[in-house]
Every structure is written in C-alpha cells, then in structure tokens.
C-alpha cells in the first residue's frame, strides 16, 4: 500500500510516546516545535545523515537502521556530556513501503523510549534511501566537554573496546570470513548496534577535560581534539583496546589497522588530569566497562607521534572521510 507524505507521518511518526513533559510545548502536528529551556542551561545539538551504501549497507534491516541512526547520534551528545531530550527525524526513501516503516519505526521509538528522548518534529520525501536525525540535548552553563579543552600532561584514554564495528561491516561484506558462528554474529551486533556511551559521558564532563566520540576512526579522531586544542601527542599502540576475540580470529596488521582508522566503534576518546585519576576509577567501575589509558598530551611543536614496541611508526591512513 502506498501512503502520502501526510499518510507515513500520521501512521508510522505521529505515534503514542511516553508522557510529554513541561518543557514540550508543541510537537508534532504544526510548522514548528516549541521546547522551554531550563533557566542556566544550554541546548546541544548534533545532526547526522545516513546515507545507503556510504553509512549503511543497501540490505540493512530496518529495525537494524532505525536503532543505529538513533545510537550515533545519541553518541554526539554523549561526547559533550549532554542528556538527550528531544529529536527530529527526515526521511527520503524510494517508495512507501507500509513493511519496512512499520519495522523502521517500532525499532526507532523502542530506541527513543529507551533513552527517554521524544520526537518532535521532522520530514519525509522522495529519492534515494537516506536519514537525517537532528538530536537536542541539555547541559548545565559552561559544563560542556570539548574538544578544544585538552591540557599538556593530559592522559588519553578510550573507552570499551575498538575495532570490532570494523570486523562486523567486513564480514557482512564478505571482505572476511569466520567458522564461528557465535563469534560471526557478535561482530556484526557491535556494528549494527553500537551502544552510546551517553551516561558516560554525563559523568565523564565532571572530571575529563576534552572528548570526542569515535566514529571515523581512532587517529582522525584524537586528531580533531589536538588541532582544536593546539597540542600533540604520543600514543601507545601496545595499549589499544583490542579485546581477545579480534586477537584470536584476525592477523595483528588487520586489527591495528581497523581500531586506528576505521571508525564506527562510538565509544569515546577522552583527555583527564592525573588528579582526577581516582575519580575516573570510581566511575567505571559503576558503568563496568573497561576505560584504557594509551597516551599523553604534549606541547604543539612536540607533534603526533605513534608508538609500538617502544618504537616509532608511520602510518599512510588518517580515518574515514566522506570525499576520499
């Protein structure tokens, strides 16, 4: 059955959510949406397209797309330390499939419902198979981590694990092979449904001093921390979070190569003083994920450098870009 623009919206978006609250005080159904701000708050906002056969593969499942293009984006704010509140969402897709919306958007509210955030507003058209996702968050006045905030003598730390994202889209691009059909499908879950790390991040603006979220790659990332903080760094790749499946299943050159430049593993890349070393052991325990130190920042004319086995190495790649 094919539906107008009007028709998906009121059938598949303009749907039941959880009670709104104070700050809603119009959503869907006119020109614009109005949200109240809080008094000595700020409101973060990220927007992210996803674009088939460049973010996605063309044979994604719906449920499957409409989780991720809520995760990365969620994943934005989380690098900042701000609480996701509200969404819009854009679609342009082919054809009005009355299947594919109705999997799409029970997996796209299932998603919001979790992490409490409410769609306010959006578009639908015609064309390609693409999704634009504009998230709105809220933090308190001057709390907001950045990326141009990291200080000399910063330690660098990561959280979870890289490069497993990386292993996922190669095996469903049958760029690489795996006996182990456990192991197969837990790689392709860590790229199809990477976790946020946003209440990580809530409490990481706190004590780090700088972050950014890995979604190009570890070395295109960290980079965008030292350019905006006009500093460099010494990585070691001894210490990379690799966890013991890569390590078991692929070569070394492969796995390096894939949390280095990548991307898509969402967990985040972070600078803190060493005083607040203390603190960042007591916060991770309570979440119980692993939060790995692989470097230090250094002065601007000390460079970037990449170490391995005490030895320094050069890479050709930089991470994910779009026009390359």
């Not at 979870?160 to 499908?185: V, W």
Request: a positive charge.
């Amino acid at each position: 059955m094919k539906y107008t623009e009007f028709e998906i919206i009121s059938k598949y978006f303009q749907r039941h959510q959880r009670k709104n609250s104070n700050e809603i005080q119009k959503g869907i159904g006119d020109d614009s949406a109005l949200i109240k701000i809080l008094d000595n708050n700020v409101l973060a906002i990220s927007t992210d397209t996803l674009v088939e056969g460049t973010h996605f593969l063309k044979n994604i499942a719906p449920k499957d797309l409409a989780y991720k293009t809520v995760a990365v984006n969620i994943s934005d704010l989380a690098a900042m330390g701000a609480y996701p509140k509200w969404t819009t969402l854009s679609i342009t897709m082919p054809t009005s499939n009355s299947v594919w919306l109705k999997e799409f958007s029970d997996s796209f509210f299932d998603t919001l419902n979790k992490y409490n955030i409410k769609l306010i507003g959006g578009d639908t058209n015609r064309g390609p198979l693409s999704i634009t996702l504009s998230i709105y968050g809220t933090l308190e006045e001057k709390t907001a981590l950045l990326r141009s905030s990291a200080n000399i003598g910063d330690l660098i730390y990561v959280t979870g694990h890289l490069g497993e994202s990386a292993a996922g889209l190669f095996l469903l691009q049958k760029k690489i092979f795996l006996k182990d059909l456990k192991i197969r499908n837990y790689l392709i879950k860590k790229h199809l449904h990477p976790i946020p790390r946003i209440y990580e991040g809530i409490n990481l603006k706190n004590i780090a001093s700088a972050a950014i979220d890995i979604s190009d790659g570890l070395i295109a990332d960290l980079n965008h921390i030292l350019n905006n903080s006009q500093c460099g760094a010494n990585i070691n790749l001894n210490k990379l979070p690799i966890s013991s499946i890569l390590k078991e299943n692929f070569k070394k050159k492969y796995y390096l190569d894939w949390a280095l430049n990548i991307g898509e593993d969402y967990e985040l890349c972070f600078t803190i003083s060493k005083k607040n070393i203390p603190k960042l052991d007591i916060m991770f325990k309570k979440f119980l994920i692993n939060c790995t130190c692989i470097g230090y920042i250094t002065p601007l004319e000390q460079g970037f450098h990449l170490f391995y086995n005490e030895k320094e190495i050069f890479l050709k790649k930089r991470g994910f870009n779009h026009f390359n």
